[in-house]
């Protein structure tokens, strides 16, 4: 219960983070909102011409009568769109990340110098399309395992009973899961520290990093609000790698300024 209740204190502290730094908060939000128009447009078109593609590949349902055919492919097309939108929660985090590599490179870089006692940051010392490659393999990676657990729930959501409780619990988890490896992977990508090697440090803490990502995921079923989420969730979760790892992170009242000297206050 402790590492919940910090992993949601790590998605808060990055927002404040970002309150108090509002310069990066513009800067942090021009990857999220190209990716927004582009999934709008995508589930736009999906919604116009999902019962025609659906019609196109049901020819068998062709000669069936009425209600029967109109009931199946409404039903599928129903089903085509959840998907979508599933994916679309699924996958927004890493399209955004990979579009915004560099934006997102820049911010948690920020965020390290800021939250360091000796205010450096760790870098990759990578060319930019070395990181972009491999930010899109493992992007691609993480998506291969996510359709795999939807592909799952799905087919456990037409379970009695179980498919209307434990199974959307199960899903908010694992969408959790996944958006903070897309997330952490900013900073623990910089460090050298490879995706098997990622997944193993989140495992490691899956109570932090639920209450991390679970709350996120959530969010992020709210039109546009992952957008404006984005920037402080890189923020908090490059502190929360910085736990992952054990390295030292000071208070949260380093961006406050300098200390008083107390010899001048004496005076």
């Known amino acids: 219960m402790h590492d919940l209740g910090a992993g949601f204190g790590y998605l808060l502290k990055g927002h404040r983070w970002m309150a108090r730094h509002g310069r990066h908060y513009g800067f942090g939000l021009i990857p999220g909102l190209i ?45 085509l769109f959840v998907l979508a939108l599933l994916l679309s929660v699924l996958t927004f985090t890493a399209v955004t990340l ?42 691609l990676r993480i998506l291969v395992r996510a359709l795999l657990w939807g592909v799952l729930l799905f087919g456990l959501g037409f379970v009695p009973f179980i498919g209307q409780t434990v199974v959307p619990v199960i899903g908010f988890f694992v969408t959790g ?15 050298g520290i490879d995706l098997r090697a990622r997944l ?31 920037p402080g969730a890189v923020a908090g979760a490059t502190m929360m790698a910085r736990e992952l790892l054990g390295e030292e992170t000071e208070g949260d009242d380093t961006d406050a300024g300098p200390e008083p000297d107390p010899e001048s206050a004496d005076r």
């Open 35 to 79: 990716t927004l128009v582009l999934y709008v447009a995508a589930l736009v078109a999906l919604a116009l011409w999902g019962e025609d593609f659906v019609s196109w590949a049901t020819p068998f349902a062709d000669d069936w009568s009425s209600p029967w055919q109109g009931l199946f492919r409404g039903f599928l097309t129903a089903v």
């Open 200 to 230: 193993a440090l989140l495992r490691s803490r899956r109570a932090l990093v639920w209450g991390f990502g679970t709350p996120l995921g959530i969010s992020f079923l709210v039109p546009f609000v992952a957008v404006f989420l984005m």
């Open 177 to 191: 899961f996944f958006l903070t490896e897309e997330l952490t992977a900013v900073a623990l990508q910089r460090r």
């Open 98 to 139: 990979l579009m915004g590599q560099p934006f997102y490179e820049t911010l948690s870089e920020k965020v390290d110098r800021d939250v360091s006692p000796d205010g450096t940051a760790p870098a990759s010392g990578l060319p930019l399309w070395r990181e972009l490659w491999i930010s899109a393999r493992d992007s």
